[in-house]
């Protein structure tokens, strides 16, 4: 069984395979949420690697690699079918955002002048139903 604190972490790789298919060049660091607790930090990829390897009796260096191949294999799948899912974990898919037209708008109260933007393909993931019950 698979701890909670290792789901969120397969969670948070399969954004980061996200990240990789949206073409991003920049990778950003994740933001602390208001229901996080304070001082409680997530956890990395070595160290899911070594709860994953003691749990499973492995070696480290094949966890590691077994994640780094679910990562190309999940950004794959993305590209090629929209959509994968972690089981347990979370639901990663893509979404064509509507191209949007040059003019005024008003935001905020003020008159701003807007550029065209052409349609494009956003990258998101969803938290599954499994793990959503447990908090």
């Not at 893509?94 to 065209?116: D, H, I, N, Q």
Request: proline share 4%; glycine share 8%; hydrophobic share 50%.
């Amino acid at each position: 069984r698979v701890g909670s604190s290792c789901a969120v972490a397969l969670c948070w790789l399969a954004r980061s395979a996200a990240v990789r298919v949206a073409g991003s060049s920049g990778a950003m660091a994740p933001k602390a949420m208001k229901g996080a607790k304070a001082g409680a930090k997530p956890i990395t990829k070595g160290a899911l690697a070594q709860a994953l390897a003691d749990e499973l009796e492995l070696k480290k260096r094949d966890v590691v690699a077994i994640l780094d191949n679910l990562a190309s294999v999940a950004t794959q799948e993305v590209k090629k079918a929209g959509k994968v899912t972690i089981p347990g974990v979370c639901m990663v898919k893509t979404r064509t955002k509507p191209a949007t037209k040059a003019g005024k708008r008003e935001m905020f109260g003020k008159v701003v002048v807007v550029k065209a933007k052409p349609a494009k393909t956003i990258v998101k993931a969803y938290c599954v139903a499994a793990l959503k019950k447990v908090f």
